[in-house]
């Protein structure tokens, strides 16, 4: 095993970071790294807005459901899908380019564009030592998000990046087991070997819970996203989206 997977296979959120900002040099680094990731046809379509003013950070914690690591971390990073360049350049190069653009095809490959990124961002901040955080809290008020980091049309703040320097680390959370998650050749569509399964996983996790907390929680992971996906979140997403210009045809 090789430092870059040791590095990955450490990986733990991070929610309590010291009061110490990234260097000039940190935070270029975790760009350029975020730059380097795979791009589909080089369309390189996203940007990412660093937060350093503390009033936008502090609203920003707050949208995001009062996570103090929103407002208190080394560096706040956004990442943003943005096919908003790829109208100029339907202007620069006198294309109509609109069909494209609003399509659900290239909203999605903005989304994975955006998300390449940012793990490429995550994965050079850790292998520096700092701690990172993923932000989806951001999406709970879009509309605020866009007026405050005045987005144009175009572009969606899809999740924020919390990086710094940990304080307290927390332990890692025990994944769905290799089994259930790689299929070969083609998707092992098996009920009664999925619930199987899901069963010896909702042991580990109600294991972890308790001795992570002393025996006060022990839920499992099958209530956990029971209880998560029967309680509707950010519904209003279909009409932002195509409010920006995007996912129309």
């Known amino acids: 095993m090789n430092q870059v997977i040791e590095t990955i296979l450490n990986h733990r959120s991070v929610r309590k970071f010291e009061d110490k900002p990234l260097t000039k040099e940190q935070i270029e680094a ?18 990412i ?17 009062q ?31 609109e069909p494209s653009i609003e399509s659900t095809e290239k909203f999605m490959v903005a989304l994975v564009d955006a998300s390449l990124a940012a793990q490429n961002a995550a994965l050079a901040a850790e292998s520096m030592g700092l701690g990172i955080c993923y932000i989806g ?8 998000v866009v007026n405050l980091l005045k987005t144009p049309k175009r572009v969606i703040p899809l999740f924020g990046l919390a990086v710094g320097y940990p304080e307290k680390i ?7 087991p290799f089994k259930h998650v790689y299929h070969e050749n083609t998707y ?3 009920e009664q070997t999925y619930l199987e399964e899901l069963k010896e996983y909702n042991e580990i996790i109600q294991k972890y819970y ?13 209530e956990q996203m029971g209880t998560m996906l029967e309680k509707q979140s950010r519904m209003y997403m279909k009409e ?9 045809r």
Do not use: M
């Open 30 to 47: 975790i760009v350029t790294s975020a730059q380097a990731a795979s791009t589909s046809s080089f369309i390189q379509a996203y940007s």
């Open 49 to 65: 807005i660093g937060v350093t003013d503390k009033e936008k950070k502090k609203r920003l914690s707050e949208i995001a459901g």
């Open 67 to 97: 996570q103090s690591y929103v407002e208190h971390n080394g560096h706040f990073f956004v990442f943003c899908a943005d096919l908003y360049r790829h109208t100029l350049i339907g202007d620069l190069e006198g294309r109509d380019v």
């Open 137 to 144: 809290g951001i999406r709970n008020q879009l509309d605020e």
């Open 170 to 176: 927390s332990g890692q959370k025990p994944r769905l």
């Open 188 to 190: 092992e569509e098996k």
């Open 210 to 222: 308790e001795e992570r907390t002393g025996g006060k929680r022990k839920d499992t992971w099958t």
């Open 240 to 248: 932002f989206v195509e409010g920006q210009k995007l996912k129309l």
